[in-house]
C-alpha cells in the first residue's frame, strides 16, 4: 500500500509569520503534489514536483513556495502566513499510471 | 480552462437505495477520468479511474461510464450502505504536459441513514 505521510497534523499560526508543512513519501513516485482543501473550492493545486531540487506552480501559487530536497520529502512554505491560508493541505504522490495517494492532511488555521 | 461540475450535496439516502452522483466536465483535451472518496479526517483516496472513452470503471459497488459525447462521468450505486458515508470527488487529469494534475469538482456529501 503506499504511503504518503504529513506533519504536523494541525497547526495554528499567527498573520505574518512562516509556516513550513512537511510532507514523506515511501512509494518511489516521482511526482508530488500539493493541495488545498477549502469549503466551496474543493481541492486545488498549489504546487507540484517531478524531480529533487526541482518544484513547479500550480494553478494557485501565490503567496507559497515549495520545497524538494529529496524524492521522498515536499515541503511547502508560508513565508508570511495570512488569514486566507486558513485550509486543510494535502500533499500527493502519483503513479506513472496517474492514480494520486492522498496524505491524511494539515489542518492550518492563521490568526 | 479545465473544469468540473458535480451534484451539490448534501445528498442523504437510506440504505438500501440506490446513488447517482452527477458530474461532467470541461477541457479541450482527451483527459482521464476519476472518482475520489474522501472519509472525514482522511485524505481523498482513489475509487476508480478511466482513461479511455466509452469504458467504464467500477469499485465496492461503484460504477461510472466515460461518455466523451455527453462530457459527463456520472458515479452510480444500486444500493447504498450506512458506510458509505463520505464525500465523493469527481477530477479529471488533462493528457497534455504529463503533469498529471488532478482538477476536482467541488465534492458532494453523501449521508446514508441506516
Known amino acids: 500500500e503506499a504511503a504518503v505521510t504529513q506533519s504536523p497534523r494541525s497547526k495554528v499560526a499567527v498573520t505574518g509569520g512562516k509556516v513550513t508543512l512537511s510532507c514523506h513519501q515511501t512509494n518511489n513516485h516521482d511526482y508530488m503534489y500539493w493541495y488545498r482543501q477549502d469549503t466551496g473550492h474543493g481541492l486545488r493545486l498549489i504546487h507540484y514536483?517531478?524531480?529533487?531540487?526541482?518544484?513547479e506552480k500550480g494553478d494557485i501559487p501565490d503567496g507559497y513556495k515549495a520545497s524538494r530536497p529529496s524524492q521522498e520529502n515536499f515541503s511547502l512554505i508560508l513565508e508570511l502566513a495570512s488569514l486566507s491560508q486558513t485550509a486543510v493541505y494535502f500533499c500527493?504522490?502519483?503513479?506513472?499510471?496517474?492514480?494520486?495517494?492522498f496524505g491524511p492532511g494539515t489542518r492550518l488555521t492563521v490568526l | 480552462g479545465d473544469s468540473v461540475t458535480q451534484t451539490e450535496g448534501p445528498v442523504t439516502l437510506s440504505e438500501g437505495t440506490s446513488l447517482t452522483v452527477n458530474c461532467s466536465y470541461e477541457t479541450k483535451q482527451y483527459p482521464t477520468l476519476f472518482w475520489y472518496v474522501q472519509y472525514p479526517g482522511e485524505g481523498p483516496q482513489l475509487l476508480f479511474k478511466v482513461p479511455k472513452a466509452n469504458e467504464k470503471g467500477s469499485n465496492r459497488g461503484f460504477e461510472a461510464t466515460y461518455n466523451k459525447e455527453a462530457t459527463s462521468f456520472h458515479l452510480q450505486k444500486a444500493s447504498v450502505q450506512e458506510s458509505d458515508s463520505a464525500v465523493y470527488y469527481c477530477?479529471?487529469?488533462?493528457?497534455?504536459?504529463?503533469?498529471?494534475?488532478?482538477?476536482f469538482g467541488l465534492g458532494t456529501t453523501l449521508q446514508v441513514q441506516p
Open positions: 477530477a479529471l487529469s488533462p493528457i497534455t504536459g504529463n503533469t498529471g494534475k488532478l482538477i
Open positions: 514536483s517531478y524531480v529533487a531540487d526541482s518544484t
Open positions: 500527493a504522490s502519483r503513479t506513472d499510471r496517474y492514480e494520486q495517494y
